[in-house]
């Protein structure tokens, strides 16, 4: 404790104007933090006369901002809490917003930084906080290990998230010095809150990964619960280790803690945390809880019940096209629709025959998938987690019960979408860049030829080269493998020179590739209004982004393309008129998710309520 008050004082004397001791503003910080966000007139009069130009830039219409930050600047850290409390949240977020952009002024960012979080939040985090920061400043990294041991999970985590990139970066660093403390807990807490893979120290991920399967799992059983829920809510830090495995061990630790047998509900959580593992590794863990494997049930299909078809109902204006397409009314096309329960999952309300091909398809994966394996077929190989039916979206098969969409979260529709050219021409260089730099040609997205192991191999480009953003060594090696037709490929011509302009360069790709990947929708600009209606109510149609994160879709940076080959190849041979997204549909190819029954002959368009009398 001596060591801390020493720093701090150090600290004061360096950055603050001295003061009259027995000035109010000069209270302790536990005091502010019981006080709450206080208005200007707690602010003591030392303070309001010294820092009074901040105060004033704060309180300016509008506010100036650099101005307040560099008075700020000169003062400790207790008093520019003081004078922050006094301001606006509005104006709290906006300084933020500076401090980490580009323009911020030449002042103590990471100190700074600190101070706007402690006004808005305070307590004990916020006492926590300004603690390790001390030490960190103080170059005793010894003592903010030690206080930061001595913490529950929670509390660990709200102080250090209080920090910044520069004080989580020096607690990194210093690990491997670090003694009488849990280190390789410590280095997975500073990855969980960073969101970066610490490799200055072992962390408890990586240690955990190069342990046997149930070994792993009675590791994670003798663990504290917040723990282990740390761990698996940040999967994403544990850098280049098999996540998979590090989730099926500490989710088999979770339920082996919970003691005695397994019950039907914790036994399905685990097998669904093993769907990413090898067979033996699952089996050892099985065994390690005593839980059997599960069972494959039989592919069935029934009539579909009226939840099924909710959203679906019997509509005149429907009627041409379901004669034309099914051979029967709307009405009578739903009250045929059947609910098949294939593929390891519940497939709600198809036409018979998609439901007598999906029969027939799942039938022939579980050979497939066995073959495959070498093995009898187990549950968790079907690895898909939704398949959508009947869709009421006035256009399209799914209307008429003929088309499925496997795993949509997962699967996304890549671009080649009807009308949707100006995005196609945003999207294509998008996809031929990541081609060229990890696969050395062009992408077969944009115009083919389109094959099921085209789209696999650049799933997993994909992936590979937004993982780059966050591993500056990577992005270097892969730099200097590519062909100079393959820089071509990534940067156009004339590319960026060699060395660190290239590099930059890319990482600002990278960046905006990934914005436009996931970009909300747009209007289509070559969208015309029907001349034949009222200009009231018509807009333009919009253009989907192939990952927006607000229609479910996952992050091109992490899983996609997720179904196997093999159940692929049995849909597409279930029915001689099925057709793949991703191979069949000609130059709209690109709906990785979609399967149709269509001879080629159907193109469903919007239907047109006709006018009554």
């Not at 820092?51 to 100036?64: H, Y």
């Not at 059983?221 to 495995?245: C, I, N, S, T, Y």
């Amino acid at each position: 404790m001596a060591g801390e008050r020493a720093v701090a004082e150090e600290e004061r004397a360096r950055t603050s104007v001295p003061r009259p001791a027995g000035d109010e503003s000069a209270q302790p910080q536990a005091a502010l933090a019981k006080a709450g966000n206080a208005a200007n007139g707690k602010v003591g009069p030392w303070l309001r006369e010294h820092a009074g130009a901040a105060i004033e830039a704060l309180a300016a219409k509008p506010p100036d901002f650099p101005t307040a930050l560099t008075v700020l600047n000169g003062f400790s850290t207790d008093d520019i809490v003081k004078v922050l409390r006094g301001t606006s949240a509005k104006n709290r977020k906006e300084l933020g917003d500076l401090l980490g952009g580009s323009s911020a002024p030449a002042v103590d960012v990471p100190r700074l930084s600190l101070a706007l979080k402690m006004a808005s939040v305070p307590g004990a985090a916020a006492a926590r906080a300004e603690r390790l920061h001390d030490m960190i400043r103080g170059d005793d990294l010894q003592a903010a290990y030690e206080l930061l041991n001595g913490l529950s999970v929670a509390d660990q985590e709200n102080a250090l998230a209080m920090l910044g990139k520069a004080h989580w970066q020096s607690l990194a660093n210093g690990l491997g010095t670090a003694v009488g403390v849990d280190t390789p807990w410590l280095g997975t807490l500073l990855s969980g809150v960073s969101g970066t893979p610490v490799t200055s120290a072992m962390t408890s991920y990586s240690w955990l990964n190069g342990q046997e399967a149930a070994t792993g799992a009675a590791w994670a059983a003798e663990q504290p619960d917040d723990r282990l829920a740390f761990m698996l809510k940040k999967l994403k830090a544990a850098g280049q280790v098999g996540a998979d495995r590090l989730r099926a061990m500490l989710t088999a630790g979770q339920v082996k803690r919970l003691g005695g047998e397994v019950e039907p509900a914790q036994a399905a959580k685990v097998e669904s945390a093993l769907a990413g593992i090898p067979i033996d590794q699952k089996n050892a863990i099985r065994e390690y809880l005593g839980i059997p494997a599960p069972t494959i049930p039989e592919a069935t299909a029934e009539p579909a019940s009226d939840k099924d078809r909710v959203g679906a109902k019997p509509a005149s204006a429907f009627d041409e096209t379901s004669q034309r397409v099914t051979g029967m009314s709307y009405a009578e096309l739903l009250a045929s629709l059947q609910t098949v329960h294939a593929f390891g999952v519940r497939v709600a309300a198809v036409h018979p025959r998609m439901a007598a091909a999906l029969l027939r398809a799942d039938a022939s994966a579980r050979e497939k998938i066995a073959a495959t394996e070498g093995r009898p077929m187990e549950a968790s190989d079907w690895g898909i987690s939704s398949i959508g039916g009947l869709a009421n979206r006035r256009a399209g098969l799914h209307t008429y019960g003929l088309a499925v969409d496997v795993d949509y979260g997962a699967m996304p529709y890549l671009m080649n979408e009807k009308g949707e050219k100006a995005l196609d021409a945003k999207l294509a260089p998008i996809y031929h860049r990541i081609s060229w730099l990890m696969l050395g040609r062009a992408s077969t997205v944009p115009k083919g030829p389109w094959s099921y192991d085209a789209h696999k191999e650049e799933a997993k480009a994909m992936r590979d080269y937004f993982a780059l953003a966050k591993d500056s060594a990577a992005l270097q090696e892969r730099l200097g493998a590519v062909s100079d037709l393959s820089v071509r490929g990534v940067f156009g011509t004339p590319p960026p020179p060699p060395g660190a302009a290239r590099a930059d360069r890319l990482r600002e790709l990278i960046a905006a590739d990934h914005a436009q990947l996931t970009a909300k929708p747009e209007p289509n600009p070559d969208w015309k209004p029907d001349p034949s209606k009222s200009p009231e109510g018509q807009s333009p149609n919009m253009m989907d982004s192939p990952f927006d994160p607000d229609k479910k879709h996952g992050d091109p940076a992490d899983r996609t393309f997720t179904i196997r080959k093999e159940i692929v190849e049995a849909i597409r041979a279930s029915d001689p008129e099925m057709k793949w997204g991703g191979t069949d549909l000609g130059a709209e190819c690109g709906d990785l998710m979609h399967f149709e029954i269509n001879d080629g002959s159907i193109h469903v368009k919007k239907p047109v309520k006709k006018k009554q009398g």
